[in-house]
């Protein structure tokens, strides 16, 4: 058993299952009226794929637009396969939902930022242990954030 329930993790987890069914929606109907989406990914997760020049463009993270053009559009469980035009040249991506870090549709002023967590198997808490970290500072988990929408108003 647990010494605490973790919110953080779980509002991660739901907001990714927000972002899955939008996405999902998205490729089996096409957008509707102005949305579209400014999605920023980790390119160094282990699981995203890229084309090798766009991963040394952007060592690590990279911005995409869902908006006007694109193809071969699906969405998993744990990730969307996409093909976009990078400069006449269409490139297919696989992102997982897991390497999201911001999700934004201007349209209607809808944004989400992630935290990026990285955990060791080193670091499991044994049942009946409490981590350190929770003992000595349990108000310094940055797991919840008010999110500004100030920079994508019209």
């Given amino acids: 058993m647990t010494q605490s329930i973790d919110y953080g993790n779980l509002m991660h987890h739901a907001m990714r299952g927000l972002i899955q069914t939008v996405l999902s929606d998205i490729a089996a109907n096409g957008l509707p009226g102005e949305h579209h989406f ?11 794929e890229l084309a090798d020049w766009l991963r040394e463009r952007y060592p690590e993270e990279m911005t995409i637009v869902i908006q006007n053009w694109y193809d071969n559009f ?5 990730g969307f396969s996409i093909t976009l035009n990078f400069g006449n040249s269409p490139e297919p991506l696989y ?23 990285e955990y060791d198997e080193d670091d499991e808490i044994e049942e009946g242990e409490v981590a ?14 008010v999110v500004s929408l100030d920079q994508f108003r019209k």
């Fill in 38 to 48: 400014f999605i920023t990914f980790d390119t160094r997760h282990p699981d995203a």
């Fill in 132 to 145: 350190e970290e929770e003992e000595a500072a349990p108000a310094e988990r940055g797991e919840a954030e």
């Fill in 95 to 117: 992102v997982p939902l897991d390497a999201i870090t911001t999700f934004v549709d201007p349209s209607v002023e809808f944004g989400l930022r992630f935290e990026t967590q």
């Fill in 74 to 78: 699906e969405v998993g469980e744990d």
